[in-house]
């Protein structure tokens, strides 16, 4: 394993195949700025084209994965590149050709939710809370929300979040389908090496082509993504022939 910067505000640890990004305020409940998205953007970025690393682990420091966008940022005014960066940013996460999984304990609310919500899945640990308190400030979604919450859990329960502002337990997260499964608390981080390695342990070339046809069918007609499928699909990898033949050595 290789360690990170520990002044970085995204702190990026490279292990056998798979990458852990860590968002790193731990002193504010990693509530998010546009100075933690910028080093998350530049992970990101060097992520893309990087065909050693199989899956990348999206992940809290300290007590929680992330209280949300920080209120005092947005009360003094953000200094955003362009806008709809965030957003941007996020859908830059989301199309990073290997799979993403946001690992998430304690508090993910609202902007720290469509961060999760970017990854290609959630794994909870027993003690997160999930929740969208846009209504509660005032605010409405600019990074994503209106569009992933229903896509991920169905229009009606995306309502009721949104409306509510409830706060959610891990295991009513996995019930709706917003998460996955949940694990122990004692034993996430240890779980999260376990997955990790489980997908690293498969094909790079199979990752990006499936995220790949998942992503350009979704919410088409079956018949027309049946055909995507078999007309566009990026057949063997490379190192198709050396897996099969290794399993059949066996």
């Known amino acids: 394993m290789t360690a990170a910067n520990e002044t970085a505000l995204v702190l990026r640890e490279n292990h056998d195949g798979w990458v852990m990004l860590t968002l790193n305020r731990p002193e504010k409940l990693n509530a998010l700025t546009v100075a933690m998205f910028r080093e998350l953007r530049g992970h990101v970025e060097q992520l893309r084209d990087d065909d050693t690393v199989s899956c990348v682990i999206l992940r809290g420091a300290g007590k929680c994965f992330s209280a949300g966008h920080d209120l005092a940022d947005i009360a003094t005014g953000e200094a955003v590149p362009s806008r709809g960066w965030h957003s941007e940013t996020l859908r830059m996460l989301e199309k990073l050709p290997m799979p993403v999984v946001a690992a998430v304990h304690g508090h993910c609310y609202t ?16 003690d997160a809370r999930f929740g969208d308190t846009h209504a509660k400030w005032a605010l409405t979604p600019v990074w994503g929300m209106s569009q992933r919450l229903p896509r991920r859990v169905g229009v009606a329960t995306a309502k009721r979040l949104m409306f509510t502002a409830e706060m959610i337990s891990a295991d009513e ?25 489980r997908i690293a342990a498969n094909s790079v070339f199979s990752h990006a082509a499936n995220k790949h046809l998942l992503d350009v069918t979704d919410g088409a007609a079956l018949d027309a993504g049946l055909q995507y499928e078999v007309l566009e699909g990026r057949g063997r990898g490379s190192d198709a022939q050396e897996r099969i033949a290794a399993f059949t050595r066996k």
Request: charged residues 20%; aromatic residues 8%.
């Open 111 to 126: 902007g720290a939710l469509e961060v999760a919500l970017a990854a290609d899945f959630i794994v909870a640990a027993d």
């Open 173 to 197: 997260a996995v019930r709706i389908g917003l998460a996955e499964y949940a694990v122990p608390a004692a034993g996430f981080e240890e779980h999260l090496g376990e997955l990790a390695g």
